[in-house]
């Protein structure tokens, strides 16, 4: 078995010696980062590629969401940490709940700062631990793996579309056991890396920005976002106040002052701020809007017309 897993993953592109790279070690240190630059300007184009299915995803994330489902990613290595920071940033970004969006990683969180690479060879712990979060028909899982055999999320994948969750695979290889375990495939071929097998470059790189699509584009599509302005941020510290503050000014013309006033106003919450700006109505209309058009911003708004 082990035997056959090795020769099963010298046919990965990703594990394939890259030409472009030959004799790394004998480079300048301009000669190395014009090499990983040049290879890194091919993930874009990968990732376009992938596009449709890209967008089909987005729009399973946003239906479930919409109907008080989660997305739920889940990797290990490199995979499970880009899932956990794009799953962490969703709340200060939309004002998300934490459980609307979450990661399962192999090896727990302790795998976020320290290699436990083990455990992601065990099928059955990407089973129980799936478990534990009870996916069901409102859920997409959504499983990340450059190899697209990782036989954690593999198994994580399989048990939450045997429970009914919608279920997406990100990987970075054609064909792979991840992808067909899943209802949608996202594949980037990036091809073989700088340094080979080391996924956390170009495969990482793409997964990356495939999660941001992800989520981003499952927020838009719920009206978290107004244009392409961060409404719906959470203003925790003064960076953020003066973000929301610049949001309402774009927006509505207010001036500095203004905005302050409405921003105080609303309770500090900006789709609030906007709505009783652009609607003309009370705080209290405002909240009820929202609430109402499940808090997308522009139709609230649209509502008072």
């Known amino acids: 078995m082990k035997q056959a897993r090795e020769q099963n993953l010298g ?3 990703t594990e394939q010696a890259n030409p472009a790279s ?3 070690d004998l480079k300048s240190a301009l000669e190395l980062a014009q090499i990983i630059n040049a290879e890194d300007a091919k993930v874009a184009k990968a990732v376009e590629r992938a596009l449709p299915h890209v967008a089909q995803a987005i729009d399973l994330i946003a239906d479930a969401l919409r109907e008080g489902g989660r997305l739920i990613y889940v990797g290990a290595g490199t995979s499970g940490r880009i899932a956990a920071l794009d799953a962490s940033e969703c709340p200060p970004t939309f004002n998300t709940d934490p459980k609307t969006v979450q990661f399962l990683i192999a ?3 302790k795998a976020l700062v320290g290699a436990v690479e083990a455990s992601e060879d065990s099928s059955k712990l990407g ?11 409102k859920d997409v899982v959504v499983g990340i793996a450059a190899s697209g055999r990782t036989p954690f999320t593999i198994a994580a994948v399989e048990y939450a579309r045997k429970k009914g969750a919608k279920t997406v695979a990100v990987v970075c290889n054609p064909n792979s056991p991840l992808e067909k375990a899943a209802e949608v495939g996202i594949v980037a071929d990036v091809g073989p890396e700088v340094v080979s097998g080391s996924t956390r470059m170009k495969a990482g790189t793409a997964q990356k920005m495939i999660l941001n699509m992800l989520s981003t584009g499952a927020m838009t599509r719920l009206g978290y976002v107004y244009g392409n302005l961060m409404v719906n941020v959470h203003l925790k510290n003064e960076k953020l ?3 929301g503050v610049g949001i309402l000014q774009k927006i509505t013309g207010m001036t500095r002052e203004q905005a302050l006033s409405a921003l105080k106003k609303s309770g500090k919450r900006v789709p609030v701020a906007l709505v009783m700006a652009s609607a003309k109505v009370g705080r209290g209309q405002a909240e009820r809007a929202l609430k109402v ?3 997308n911003v522009r139709q609230a708004i649209q509502g008072f017309r």
């Open 241 to 243: 106040i003066e973000r």
């Open 11 to 13: 046919k990965l592109t």
């Open 293 to 295: 058009h499940n808090r």
């Open 107 to 109: 090896g727990g969180p």
């Open 22 to 24: 030959y004799e790394l």
């Open 127 to 137: 089973v129980q631990e799936m478990a534990k979060r009870k996916p069901g028909s």
